[in-house]
């Protein structure tokens, strides 16, 4: 056994596919089956179902999955530590989405890092799919996020809720128009937007994330859903206002987490993000609509 057999297996894990793995780790998809047979040669059992709709683990293989992430692991952390100044005890990986990053995780990494500064943190920008395939992959420690998906050997924990308010740069215009840029912020922001607006045509305008709709509001004009915690110092600088009687959507952030760790310094830092989305779900953001 070796890592790259290791890291090929979490792949397929992950993505449930021979071929979509290989793509991910730029090799190609007989190199995958190799490696995955001589893994499970090694091993003496079976770990995937292969047909044609893609790979799933077998019983045996669910129960390696974790065995399989504490092994890459601790060796990505071993190859990491080494090459660690000596004043630093370990290394943890903290990735999230860009709307979560935004106002909020800058301030609570600075918090964690004033209570375990002989700790390494590499902080990660990242969607859903790649937070997820870090975590179950094992080189993303904790990952947050608005969607996250359960999976064998991962925790899921629900840290606070935002709450997402439509927001325009001219509150004389009438609503809805052609410059409303509908914000992608996962299926159950599209189930209540649907809901409260079922005969709204698609909008002309469709991004990914919240950076992205506020810098085409700001520079062009136009509206959209954004977090009042990142509207908020906007609406008190007048770039953007408040559309009266609009709805307002509940938008829920979690953290994944190894189920199963025995890193105490990441029980620490688990503990210290719990503690500050407390906090944040008990944070009032003052009149943002005014």
Known sequence: MDIDQIKTFLSVAANGSFLEAASRLYVTQSTVSTRIQRLEAYMGVSLFVRNRSGASLTLP?????????????????ARHDIGLPSRYRASVTIGARIAIWETLLPEWIGIIRSQVADVSIRSEIGFEEDLMRGAIEGSIDISMMYTPQHNPGLKVEHLFDETLVLLTTDPEKSWPNDDYIYVDWGPGFYAQHSNAYPNLERPPQVVNIGWLAVQLVISNGGSCFLPIR????????????????????????YMVSPLDSDST??????????????????????QWSA
């Open 265 to 286: 310094i990441l029980q620490q830092i688990l503990d210290n993000l719990r503690s500050l989305a407390a906090i944040e779900r008990q944070k009032n953001y003052g």
């Open 230 to 253: 990142i509207a908020a110092p906007l609406i008190k600088d007048h770039k953007l206002f408040h559309i009266p009687d609009s709805p307002q959507f509940k938008l829920p952030a």
């Open 61 to 77: 293989g669910r129960r390696f999955l974790r065995h399989a992430k504490t092994l890459l692991l601790t060796l990505e952390q």
